[in-house]
């Protein structure tokens, strides 16, 4: 099965600076990448997501990258803000003629230092 | 417009015990997906079920199993509770077809003594 790999596991930055979270996936056959947001005890919440026939997304400070040869996909934060502190999942998905399985990442907990 | 709802937001149970986890989907999804989030930890995928149907399963075993009703609010069950189930389980719904974004209920603390 697919195998969705999520670096760093911490990251700290100061208020303003750029923060990017690396995912690798292993199946190329994977071709949807959601990007999920979970602050503590609350539900994760879909922050940005992008498609195999597309490089790159952006919205406002947020892009996602996707390097379909290297099995790889990046999130970009930038000008970030303390309120970006948060855990940070990637997931792979692929579309299946009986439904889809998202496989997620181990997270990365971000810090935003004011 | 009603996000994904689950109940209850936390219980709590002794080994060997079963549990039923609920589930509505937000307005307009009809498929929903249950996931393991074990403490530090990325969710886990349960099981999808679409048209009242289990469509697709994760490594889990046959203790757990779940239900979809005709107004896509699913249930999870889980037999014979084992320590290593405690954990938060997530519910989450999305609109027909694969490969749609999935929205998050809260979770249910399940705690295993």
């Known amino acids: 099965g697919e195998n969705v790999e999520q670096h760093p596991s911490t990251l700290s930055v100061q208020e303003g600076d750029s923060a990017v979270i690396k995912c690798t996936y292993s199946?190329?056959?994977?071709?949807?990448f959601p990007w999920y947001k979970q602050e503590l005890g609350k539900r994760p919440q879909l922050i940005i997501d992008?498609?195999?026939?597309?490089g790159e997304k952006k919205d406002q400070r947020i892009a996602v990258t996707l390097n379909k040869t290297a099995k790889h996909f990046s999130l970009h934060i930038t000008e970030t803000q303390p309120e970006d502190s948060a855990v940070y999942f990637c997931?792979?998905?692929?579309?299946?003629?009986?439904?889809?399985?998202?496989?997620f990442g181990t997270g990365t907990s971000l810090t935003v230092i004011p | 417009d009603a996000g994904v709802t689950q109940s209850p937001t936390h219980l709590i149970k002794t080994r060997g015990q079963q549990v039923t986890l609920r589930c509505s989907p937000k307005s307009g999804h009809d498929t929903v997906s249950w996931y393991q989030q074990a403490l530090g930890q990325g969710p886990q995928f349960i099981f999808q079920?679409?048209?009242?149907?289990?469509?697709q399963r994760g490594n889990f075993p046959d203790r757990f199993s779940g239900h979809q009703f005709p107004n896509y609010s699913s249930e999870l069950n889980v037999n014979a509770l084992l320590l290593g189930d405690s954990a938060l389980y997530l519910c989450?719904?999305?609109?027909?077809?694969?490969?749609?974004?999935?929205?998050f209920g809260d979770g249910t603390r399940l705690s295993i003594l």
């Open positions: 079920y679409y048209e009242e149907e289990e469509r």
């Open positions: 199946d190329s056959a994977s071709n949807y």
């Open positions: 997931a792979a998905s692929m579309t299946g003629n009986t439904g889809n399985q998202f496989y």
């Open positions: 992008i498609r195999s026939n597309v």
């Open positions: 989450a719904s999305s609109l027909g077809g694969s490969n749609q974004p999935q929205h």
